[in-house]
């Protein structure tokens, strides 16, 4: 009896935590091997129009089997949280930010105000002008308050998950081990084109 109300108890954490996780009406997939680990990397997004690029980043932190959570939040529409989960992001274990916004995209410099863990910016190509305004939201911080800034758009989101791993590698080998294996794998790749 104690046992079965264990683990009712332990998949009602686990469901919240995917809740938590979820975006809109669709829940990002987690791989099996991190799913129940805490998040080492947060990926933030602007809006929820933002996913369909971000899921990028989501699919490649999963690739390496990297714990790690997905969520939205606006430094414009939604300050206060943008605040409180920049200010407890340390606390919670986080070890990197991968923020991404667009247009007036001031998401990932908002974060990186109220912590001392590496974010990553990801500017969203946006309708008016391309990206462009995002990208120089971005990356213009002030001397002082560094946020890393990727290529605009999916690129960016892969490139930033793939840092975010770079980084975590420094001080974990396996890891380092997966990444010099995706680069080979990804050399051999393009070796192997044959164009006729
Ligand atoms: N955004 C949301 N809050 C602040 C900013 N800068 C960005 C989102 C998204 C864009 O505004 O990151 O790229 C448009 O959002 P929406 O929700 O109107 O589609």
Request: aromatic share 2%; charged share 20%; glycine share 8%.
């Amino acid at each position: 009896m104690a046992a079965k109300n264990q683990t009712s108890k332990k998949n009602a954490v686990n469901s919240k935590r995917h809740a938590r996780a979820s975006i809109g009406s669709e829940r990002p997939r987690v791989s099996a091997s991190s799913a129940h680990k805490s998040p080492l990397v947060a990926v933030i997004m602007g809006s929820q129009s933002d996913w369909d690029t971000m899921r990028h980043a989501q699919q490649t932190l999963t690739q390496f089997g990297i714990a790690h959570e997905c969520r939205v939040i606006s430094a414009h529409r939604t300050p206060s949280l943008a605040s409180e989960f920049g200010s407890t992001a340390e606390s919670r274990g986080l070890e990197i930010i991968i923020a991404a916004a667009g247009g007036a995209a001031h998401l990932a410099g908002v974060l990186a105000a109220h912590t001392t863990i590496p974010v990553l910016g990801v500017p969203m190509r946006s309708e008016a002008l391309n990206g462009i305004d995002s990208l120089l939201a971005t990356v213009q911080m002030p001397a002082g308050i560094p946020v890393g800034t990727l290529a605009i758009g999916k690129p960016g989101a892969i490139n930033a998950a793939l840092f975010a791993i770079a980084i975590l590698a420094i001080a974990r080998p396996p890891l380092r081990k997966k990444l010099h294996e995706f680069r080979r794998a990804q050399e051999q790749k393009i070796r192997a084109i044959e164009l006729n």
